[in-house]
T-cell receptor, first 116, second 113 residues
Framework: DTGVSQDPRHKITKRGQNVTFRCDPI?????LYWYRQTLGQGPEFLTY????????KSRLLSDRFSAERPKGSFSTLEIQRTEQGDSAMYLC??????????????FGEGSRLTVL | AQSVTQLGSHVSVSEGALVLLRCNYS??????LFWYVQYPNQGLQLLLK??????LVKGINGFEAEFKKSETSFHLTKPSAHMSDAAEYFC???????????FGTGTRLQVFP
């Protein structure tokens, strides 16, 4: 069990560029979550998947944001036409839904985005 | 709908002193409650969780929290602070039938020698 891994850990981009983040969850976990955390705030829910199905999206997830989990394993979060307000830490978490569900989310170390 | 409120964005204590971080929750269904810790430039690590079993929950690193339904509270305590406890602490709530977490705004704990 290698834990949740995220890539890249840091991304600096210019306004208007597209960026993509990748998350690899714990291998047997069927749920995957994306959160956004800005300085001095708690993580805010963006979206989550159960297997490959995207079951919920927050109103924070504008149409410039898209998340996928094509084979129910890793996930990508793409931000198109980045804006300075997108600068934040993007956190990925995974969990195991079902009878062995403990309610706990396991978090990666995050991908920090800076938009210049 | 669910939410948590963390009272005090910053708490400072001396090493060896009692740590008390406050969390109040709002939930229309029986809640699951969590405390997570975040060290600089790292992800969140679970300290402890309440999932409707014992109301006094013990976690890692000597932390514990007590679920008080009458007060809608889930305060985090540690009898004696250590320098290594300096971090950001987040309280979170989820409905008992889902693991989507709603977080508070966090409390930064500083520990002075």
């Amino acid at each position: 069990d290698t834990g949740v891994s995220q890539d890249p850990r840091h991304k600096i981009t210019k306004r208007g560029q597209n960026v993509t983040f990748r998350c690899d969850p714990i291998s047997e976990h069927n749920r995957l979550y994306w959160y956004r955390q800005t300085l001095g705030q708690g993580p805010e829910f963006l979206t989550y998947f159960q297997n490959e199905a995207q079951l919920e999206k927050s109103r924070l997830l504008s149409d410039r944001f898209s998340a996928e989990r094509p084979k129910g394993s890793f996930s990508t979060l793409e931000i198109q036409r980045t804006e300075q307000g997108d600068s934040a830490m993007y956190l990925c978490a995974s969990s195991l839904a079902g009878r062995r569900n403990t309610g706990e989310l396991f978090f990666g170390e995050g991908s920090r985005l800076t938009v210049l | 709908a669910q939410s948590v409120t963390q009272l005090g964005s910053h708490v400072s204590v001396s090493e060896g002193a009692l740590v008390l971080l406050r969390c109040n929750y709002s939930s229309s269904v029986p809640p699951y409650l969590f405390w997570y810790v975040q060290y600089p430039n790292q992800g969140l690590q679970l300290l402890l969780k309440y999932t409707s079993a014992a109301t006094l929950v013990k976690g890692i690193n000597g932390f514990e929290a007590e679920f008080k339904k009458s007060e809608t509270s889930f305060h985090l305590t540690k009898p004696s602070a250590h320098m290594s406890d300096a971090a950001e602490y987040f309280c979170a709530v989820s409905a008992s039938n889902t693991d989507k977490l709603i977080f508070g705004t966090g409390t930064r704990l500083q520990v002075f020698p």
